[in-house]
């Protein structure tokens, strides 16, 4: 056998890391800001990871805590507040504000930011964004995905 029979027959097949988007590309943009995650399509993230929560009127939403306070210029807990409230209030400020702060949270944001970096992302929205992007969205539509979560939750 030669050099070169001897070399193909040890194929060896490297498997890379996979990149994992943990609440969007929240380093560079506010946590589950559609900002977050349209930089973490654009830097090539292998998939999006989302924590959902749902809201007193029944709509699931992409927020980390339990409360909206460190995230936003509101206060309470997610599950006591309706859609329209959420969608109210600033997402994003607190990103900016906690930068200039040298990385330490600010009590409450001052500026109000209305962009991608500010509004509240709900779970269809992502779907939405990531299908548009050309990106798999596992086993089900989106609309059939939110429905047995909030059929999950109902229990």
Not at 24 to 43: F, N, R
Not at 74 to 97: F, I, M, R
Request: proline share 3%; glycine share 8%; net charge negative.
């Amino acid at each position: 056998m030669g050099d070169r029979e001897v070399c193909q027959a040890f194929v060896v097949t490297v498997l890379r890391p996979q990149v994992v988007a943990h609440r969007g590309a929240s380093d560079a943009e506010p946590e589950h800001t559609l900002a977050a995650y349209l930089q973490a399509i654009a830097w090539g993230a292998d998939a999006l990871e989302c924590d959902i929560r749902i809201t007193a009127d029944g709509h699931l939403v992409c927020v980390h805590d339990r409360r909206v306070n460190r995230t936003s210029d509101g206060h309470g807990l997610v599950s006591t507040l309706e859609l329209a409230q959420l969608e109210g209030l600033d997402w994003g400020s607190w990103k900016k504000l906690s930068a200039a702060n040298g990385g330490q949270e600010s009590e409450v944001p001052d500026v109000v930011e209305r962009s991608d970096r500010s509004h509240l992302l709900t779970l269809r929205n992502l779907f939405g964004v990531v299908k548009d992007c050309g990106h798999y969205i596992p086993e089900e539509q989106p609309e059939i995905l939110s429905q047995k979560m909030l059929e999950f939750f109902g229990e």
